[in-house]
């Protein structure tokens, strides 16, 4: 028997990464060697302390709940944690019902709208952007509507181009700065500027928070909860994730509006049981270290954002250094007609080389490519030297 996929999956769009997938595994299939720069999944290991944190945890005999579910016995550790971290890093109080611990953020991004959306419902999402907001209001039976980042806003959604038609139906409203893939920051008052079109049009303001660590040159990136009076209308999504070197660890959490994180809450017992309590006391000692951590794990991605910047400017394909995220937004070359698609197939023909086409996050990425810095300064230079090659 075949099983026949249901249309909540067919309603996604088709997966633009396929076709490369494809053929990068013939040309490996060849004996060629491929080197991809297309992943955003930090290459550098977890610091050691918080390693070492986690194997305690859970080799405590003393603690007769290390075993259970991660969710009935929370670790009360994480929530002090993330409380005193936003104390210290934006000066935000959160109350313990303004914070609910998650598996990494994917988990509650794509479970948020299932607590939210009706069937029939619209949220806005950015494009380009990261697919699983898209995919969170599919799945809840809902619609997106789409607002284009672009390159003369700076990448940062224009709140007064959304119709007022699509003000009057959505219910929520994605933000994700830093971002991913553009590698924009926002300032504050953006920031101040989103929570007021939530207030004067009842939508929840979701801010993605999943690069707010991965800064440089000094940059550090605000929380939009910062924003007095943001809590009434936004949350927050942070996660170890990516300024930890903790993707599969499964570790975050929202924080923000009370009645939101409820709901969430509501979704979450009833379909998981939480991050394993010994990963919970982990990332503890993770966030109270974060001030020592992070100077350590940037300095080791901003050297490799020059290299690659510094490369392909030389070369004549001159890109920003960005602030702050693990890639690079560089628009693609003019003799490709601005064709990512393009790009990225003679990238990987003639040089062997992966980068992700901007086409991949949406409409509005096209004209760009992404390259990921997760990969060691070697792979980099490689890559890079292969690249300017057909720049020649
Ligand atoms: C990586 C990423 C996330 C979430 O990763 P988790 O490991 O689930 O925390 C969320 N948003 C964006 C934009 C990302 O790039």
Redesign the pocket.
Known sequence: MEIQLANRLQKLPPYLFAALRRKIAEKKAKGEQVISLGI?DPDLPTPDAIIDELCRAVKDANDPNRHRYGCDVPAGEFKEAVKNFYKRRYKVTLADDQIITTM????A?AKLPMGIMNPGDLAIAPVPG?P?YNIGHTFAGGVTFQVPLLRENKFLVDFDAIPLEVRRLAKILWI?YPN?PTTAVAPLEFFARAVEFGRQNNILIAH?S??SENTYDGYKAPSILEVPGADEVAVE?F?L??AFNM?GW?V?CLCGNASAVKALSLVKDNVDNGTLRAAQFAAAKALDMGEEIFPQINEIYRVRRDLVCDALSAAGWPVEKPKATIYIWAPVPEKFGGKSGVFADELLDKAGVVVTPGLGYGQWGEGFYRISLTYPDAVLKEALSRIVAMAQ
């Open positions: 955003g990494g953020s994917k988990d991004i990261y699983t994700n991913n993605d999943a690069y999504f996660s994730s990516k993707t499964r975050g």
